[in-house]
């Protein structure tokens, strides 16, 4: 079978396209099933569930074979397999109607055939902007995802991030700063596990924590999530602090937990210090992502990194670290999400959320980063504050959150404000209005 049937079939079984388009899959890619692609997309956009029934009563001769593989995967061996299929194809073409008469016409047929195949599956992008043919198809897979209500990027799992944020962005550098025992471990870990949901495969580099520590955290976020709680019939989520005790929980409906948790699509690979004295690298961040071919990066702290080059100062070593894993995010277009603590003498106790001014150490934290967003925990009041200061494709903003950490609640209780969408809106016309007669005026 081909690989553009074991990608329908993955697509079915997960009941959402939205990770094709993501990856700038349309029907256009496929040459042998693209019906049954379109009649996906047509439900997305209606909003209909896509479920294996209503696909084999559209498409009764289809065979539904699913190989378990991971979408990205097969989503990676169909652009290989189109590259092979249209080089392959040109060389045919080109051995069996060239003559002498039409060699030099034959050559520049195949080399542009060819141009054209390295143009879409190279790594490495050289676009022209005036040919907008290959933006319209991405802005069209997008808003096809936005319409059936669903972020363009990773999930964060909190309403306004998504909101805001469009999700945890491909080649975007995020910076989280707090102080210490503002949750900023506990942020890194609701982003980390809200990624697995989504089916993506998460590094999660902690230079501080402990394997331990991190699988009793994830275990309580996850058990966390409603649809977890239906499918094993959860009362609650299994608490953090039972669950590092050793006591307080059932183990049998622990076990169950854990076995339902193998078996989802996504995954979180972490990478805890072993020897403090041999400290992580961005050189080993970079061979780990190549080596595991993860989706995104989480670095929980930053400061806990070692500096590619020795250096005289704390700052300047923070500032080769950020400066490696902007590169890193870049280069391999996925989000990174690093963490920092925040100036103490700077947050005071205002009550408020650190800001982009507060990175402690150095600057480079918040003035690399894509984004910045402070956070800041009340216990007694169960809430945490947090206030983007910094958001380089949008406003800043603030919200809160009711956050309960032993049971890994983190709900959003500010209502989403504002939009970015072209509309009509008269306080902004009049306000605009008046600076053009003021300006006329002068």
Request: hydrophobic share 35%; with cysteine.
């Amino acid at each position: 079978m081909s690989v553009e049937a074991f990608l329908i079939a993955e697509l079915i079984s997960e009941g959402s396209i939205r990770k094709a388009l993501q990856a700038g899959i349309g029907e256009e890619d496929f040459d042998l099933y693209d019906e049954e692609f379109s009649w996906l997309v047509t439900r997305t956009e209606k909003r209909l569930p896509i479920t294996l029934r209503a696909f084999k009563l559209k498409f009764p001769d289809f065979e539904f074979v699913r190989v378990e593989e991971r979408i990205q995967d097969l989503i990676e061996e169909l652009k290989r397999e189109q590259a092979f299929t249209s080089a392959h194809a040109a060389v045919d073409e080109f051995l069996r109607e060239t003559d002498h008469d039409n060699i030099y016409e034959r050559i520049d047929q195949v080399v542009e055939i060819f141009r054209d195949a390295r143009h879409k599956h190279n790594p490495v992008a050289e676009v022209d902007y005036r040919s907008g043919k290959d933006h319209l198809k991405e802005q069209k897979e997008i808003s096809i995802l936005r319409e059936s209500g669903q972020t363009v990027g990773i999930p964060t799992g909190l309403k306004n991030l998504d909101h805001h944020w469009g999700g945890l962005q491909p080649g975007f550098l995020y910076c989280i700063l707090g102080r210490p025992g503002d949750a900023k471990s506990f942020m890194m870990g609701r982003l980390a596990t809200s990624a697995m949901l989504d089916g993506r495969r998460v590094g999660f580099f902690s230079p501080e924590m402990n394997e331990r520590q991190h699988r009793c955290r994830f275990a309580t976020l996850l058990s966390a999530e409603y649809e977890i709680q239906k499918a094993l019939g959860l009362k609650g989520a299994f608490r953090n602090r039972a669950l590092m005790d050793g006591a307080g929980y059932n183990y049998k409906t622990y076990s169950r937990f854990i076995r339902y948790i193998e078996n989802l699509p996504g995954e979180i690979v972490m990478f805890t210090q072993k020897y403090r004295r041999q400290k992580m690298t961005p050189s080993y961040i970079e061979a780990r992502i190549e080596a595991r071919e993860l989706e995104m990066v989480i670095v929980d702290p930053i400061y806990k990194l070692k500096s590619p080059r020795r250096r005289e100062s704390k700052r300047e070593e923070i500032q080769d670290v950020v400066d490696a894993l902007q590169d890193i995010s870049k280069g391999f277009n996925i989000p990174v999400v690093i963490s920092n603590q925040a100036s103490r003498a700077l947050v005071g106790s205002r009550g408020e959320a650190p800001s982009l001014d507060t990175s402690f150490g150095s600057d480079a934290p918040a003035q690399e980063s894509d984004t910045v967003l402070g956070i800041k925990h009340f216990s007694e009041e169960r809430l945490m504050k947090l206030s983007c200061s910094k958001n380089r494709f949008g406003e800043p903003f603030k919200f809160d959150v009711a956050f309960h950490p032993n049971v890994g609640k983190m709900d959003d209780v500010t209502p989403i404000r504002g939009d970015y969408l072209n509309s009509y809106d008269p306080e902004a016309a009049a306000e605009l209005q008046k600076v053009i007669e003021e300006e006329a005026n002068v």
